[in-house]
Each structure stands twice: as C-alpha cells, then as structure tokens.
C-alpha cells in the first residue's frame, strides 16, 4: 500500500525486498544492524501486530518506520496507545523531508487508533537528532524516568550501559 508520495518522496509499506539493502546501508554507516529485526518487522504486520513503514527517495530505500496500534512495551504499553517503534532515516537522505513525512503517516495511522501516541528515544548522542525532532513535533517526556530494557530504571543505580535500550519515554497529543 502507498501511504503518500510525491516527485521524490513514497511513503508505502516495508517489503521483503528493503531488509538486504536497508541492512547493508545501515552497516556501512556503522551502525549495528541485522535482517533479523526487520524480518521481525514484516512478520509482526503481516500477523496484524504492526504497521512496518519504507520511505523511498527518488526510488531508493531511504528509511523506515513502524505503528504499533496497541503496544505492550514501555511506560504506555498495554493501555491502548500505539507506539511509533523503531524509526530512521539513512543517513545519506537525511535532510530532505523523509523523516518528517515518515513521522507524518505514522502519526496519521497512530490517530485512528487513539488521540495519543508514544515513542521511546535512546539517549546516546546518535540519536541526538530524533531527540530534537521529536520535541520539535510536540513530544514530550510522560514522566516516568529513563527506561533499560523495557524498565524504569532505579533512581540513583549506575548498572545501565548507554546503548541503544536505554530510552527516555514521550508522547504526543493526536
């Protein structure tokens, strides 16, 4: 299905055919990927769990993002909110509008699900610019701490590594 598309942009869903190259994209930018999580992606939307979200750019795989309508993970799981899971854009199309228009459908179909969404963001400096975008579009912290590993973290513990599960929790009012 095609969620959106213009001259440069398409918005439609992931395919079995994005994994290898948005994998080795990923890869060759340093970043730690594997097809096992977007295979997990497919699987989940194709069971109805989720929707998993490709952005092209002038035809090419550019990002991706992911609705989960009623996630059971995070300081909102289970209370009927969905969650905007595992978003990016590659770098080399950053900065023309990919982001925001993957950000834009995903908000679109979260709000026929509920008015409220959520998101959790890693809080090493790779993700420095989702940090700003997010709040940029209105996200803000639901108050419950930092997250590792699907749990709040204890006031005042310093067992935490600064990696990728280590997330601070926000939402948007739809």
Known sequence: MIYYRDNEITIRDLMQSDIQPITEEEIAQGWDSTPEKYEMRLKDSSEGRAIALAAEYK????GYINVYPNSQWGAFGGKGYPEIVDFGVLEKYRRKGIGSKLMDIAEKIAAEYSHTVYLGVGLHSGYGSAQRMYVKR?????GSGVWYKDKVCTPYDTIYTNDDDLVLYLSKKL
């Not at 209105?138 to 639901?142: A, N, T």
Request: hydrophobic letters at 35%.
């Open 59 to 62: 035809g090419k795989i550019a």
């Open 138 to 142: 209105g996200y803000i912290p639901d």
